[in-house]
């Protein structure tokens, strides 16, 4: 069954740092996305991305944040100058055709900022 | 705005139901989700209901929607040890394809 994967499982960087999420998204989806999770807290909606441009995005997802599709299978999340509060579960997820259509999550990459 | 509140833990014996509560304040809501979270594992689907049922069941598995009480249960007949995990409520309104999840509740299944 076809899957969203998600590189690296762990990640650990110093603050100020930048970091590159990746994710390989299932491959007929077209809409892709980036949640993160606090520890012990819910799960939050980064952005969401279409044709090749942010569709929409929440009040997290500051200028410190931006996404790529570089190639056709891979999507990334990009952290430009990591800070202590970034320290997370990164969950992407992907849907197929319609927006309305359940969305399909990886395995998550922990963040960890020291 | 919109939230989805469940209670964090549960902890219930092998061969048990297991019943996870889950509330929302979104009466717009057209999609309400159940998502399985295993140790290291991402968000898995484990199955949805559309608003304009009151019941879902598959196999081991029911839902129920109280929609006048925003009130939404899973329930797991015959609880085996490895359905412990995090199970999240989610749901989606018929304006946005994004949905609103819940804190997690923690199964713990003992033998």
């Known amino acids: 069954e076809p899957e969203v994967t998600q590189t690296p499982s762990h990640q650990v960087t110093q603050m100020g740092q930048e970091v590159i999420l990746r994710c390989v998204p299932i491959?007929?989806?077209?809409?892709f996305y980036w949640y993160r999770q606090i520890l012990g807290q819910k799960v939050e909606f980064l952005v969401s991305f279409y044709n090749n441009e942010i569709s929409e995005k929440s009040e997290i997802f500051d200028d410190q944040f931006s996404v790529e599709r570089p190639d056709g299978s891979n999507f990334t999340l990009k952290i430009r100058s990591t800070k202590l509060e970034d320290s997370a579960m990164y969950f992407c997820?992907?849907?197929?055709?319609?927006?309305?259509?359940?969305?399909?999550f990886g395995p998550g990459t922990r963040l960890l900022v020291l | 705005g919109e939230d989805v509140e469940q209670s964090l833990f549960l902890s219930v014996r092998e061969g048990d139901s297991s019943v996870i509560n889950c509330t929302y304040t979104d009466s717009s809501s057209t999609y309400l989700y159940w998502y399985k979270q295993e140790p290291g594992a991402g968000l898995q689907l484990l199955t949805y209901?559309?608003?304009?049922?009151d019941m879902k069941q598959d196999q081991r598995l029911t839902v129920l929607l109280n929609k006048k009480d925003k009130h939404l249960s899973l329930r797991i007949a015959d609880t085996q040890t490895g359905d412990s995990a995090i199970y999240f409520c989610?749901?989606?309104?018929?304006?946005?394809?994004?949905?609103?999840f819940g804190r997690g509740t923690s199964l713990i299944v003992h033998p």
């Open positions: 491959s007929n989806h077209l809409y």
């Open positions: 209901i559309f608003s304009n049922m």
């Open positions: 997820a992907s849907s197929s055709d319609s927006q309305q259509e359940t969305q399909y």
């Open positions: 989610a749901e989606q309104s018929g304006g946005s394809y994004i949905p609103t």
